[in-house]
């Protein structure tokens, strides 16, 4: 049984059909790409998967229950986190900050706990703090804790929005252009740190513009091209299916 199933979704505003009857599955353990060109509604499936868009038609099942009607809450509940195209980390908190916001999905102390800070409330802050720390530590920000999140390289900042993904005991986690405004070796990086997230047990769904990154890390790939699915396969068969590059390049490619 596939980990997330697509089944002909559809997203349509007024009289704009964003995404037409898109189907797709990702199984456990895979890295898929989601890729097309700009405006071909890549965040849109993105926004549809996480709840942020209650989607016109289709179905939407995960570990197969459906979710396409749940809150993004409650998705992040079952097991779904992201990460955005543009960072949203809150750059004057502390790195290990970040993180434990990503815990606090989870949070089983009340308002009062919080405000006495009884013991029931101690106990379960420190449980997260101890988590956030291994968490970072696991991903190589463990001296980097207590600085700012605003004072880290962008690759590091990059990767603090991914810890705080994993924090929230993620299975699956949507990455939306994760290398974007990467230099090479920040990309070459990331390419690793994704592979050892899978090889931890996460799957992953990722956006992404970079083609390096994109054949070099991916175990499948979907095309999408103004909002309908055009292809899939393995890296390979994408880069040399003709429409592939016809959507890409605008026309077809020469032999």
Do not use: C, W
């Not at 396409?68 to 004057?92: A, C, Y």
């Not at 009340?110 to 802050?125: H, I, V």
């Amino acid at each position: 049984m596939a980990l997330l199933q697509a089944k002909e979704i559809t997203m349509q505003f007024g009289g704009l059909l964003a995404v037409d009857s898109v189907s797709f599955h990702v199984d456990k353990g895979e890295i898929v790409s989601l890729i097309g060109p700009n405006g071909a509604g890549k965040t849109t499936v993105f926004n549809m998967l996480t709840g942020v868009y209650e989607i016109t038609s289709g179905a939407i099942e995960f570990e197969g229950k459906e979710i396409h009607r749940k809150t993004p809450q409650e998705i992040v509940d079952m097991g779904i986190s992201r990460t955005f195209q543009n960072l949203r980390l809150f750059g004057k908190m502390r790195v290990i900050e970040n993180v434990l916001v990503g815990t606090h999905i989870r949070t089983k102390y009340n308002f009062f706990d919080g405000l006495l800070r009884t013991p029931r409330y101690q106990k379960e802050e420190a449980e997260k703090t101890l988590k956030a720390i291994d968490i970072l530590e696991s991903i190589g920000l463990g001296d980097k804790i207590n600085e700012l999140a605003s004072n880290l390289p962008y690759g590091d900042q990059r990767k603090v929005e991914i810890a705080r993904a994993i924090a929230t005991d993620a299975k699956l986690i949507l990455l939306d252009e994760p290398a974007a405004g990467m230099n090479p070796a920040e990309s070459e990086e990331l390419l690793r740190f994704i592979r050892e997230l899978r090889d931890k047990g996460y799957t992953i769904i990722l956006i992404e513009h970079d083609m390096g990154v994109v054949m070099n890390i991916s175990d499948r790939i979907y095309v999408l091209d103004h909002g309908k699915m055009i292809a899939n396969g393995l890296p390979r068969e994408i880069a040399n299916n003709p429409q592939v590059i016809e959507a890409y390049l605008g026309g077809k490619r020469e032999k």
